[in-house]
């Protein structure tokens, strides 16, 4: 059985989409990033709690305080990214449940009352929606650079607060010529399934 999506989609989003190493500098607009939204966020998450916040990085000011808290090897590429993209999970994404989560208002507080569960499902709902973004730019004909090469903590002081878990930085463009790195190979179905 074949898949039901058209094959220029399935290149588009998985076969021939590999993580940018460069841009061009082609701006990415407002537009773009609100028509990649208004797609991911249709996503799955548990209760629908949606705890992926997005902190776009435009100004060169912040730039250069993002760029100092990068891996070495990831400075040049977030410095010339024309859009970066700081990708958290909000730890107090609960406050919002009663309106995400209509039929079981009281899930805010049955369930996400202690600060450790809500971090666990923010990290883990904020990863899944993380990788629906990096789908969505593909969809947008951009190419996205995911990068968790870079201080934590201090991205967290200078870009967040206490309640915002930085998870990773997303540099998105057109690519640039030669962007890619070789394809890495991956695994086949009988080295990730086993059938009990």
Known sequence: MSLVLDPAAQDLLFREARTANSFT?????????????????????????????????????????????????????????PLVAILSADNEFHEELPALFPHFPQAKDVFFSERPAREGAAHLNAALQAAYFIIGVRAAGLAAGPMTGFDAAGVQKEFLDGDHTPLMVVNIGKPAENAWFPRSPRLELDQVIETV
């Open 25 to 81: 500098d082609e701006p990415v607009t407002d537009e773009q990033v609100q028509a990649i939204y208004d797609l991911v966020k249709f996503g799955p998450t548990a209760f629908n709690l949606s705890s992926l916040r997005i902190t776009l990085v435009r100004s060169p000011e912040a730039r250069e305080r993002l760029v100092q808290h990068m891996a070495e090897g990831n400075q040049p590429k977030t410095a010339s990214a």
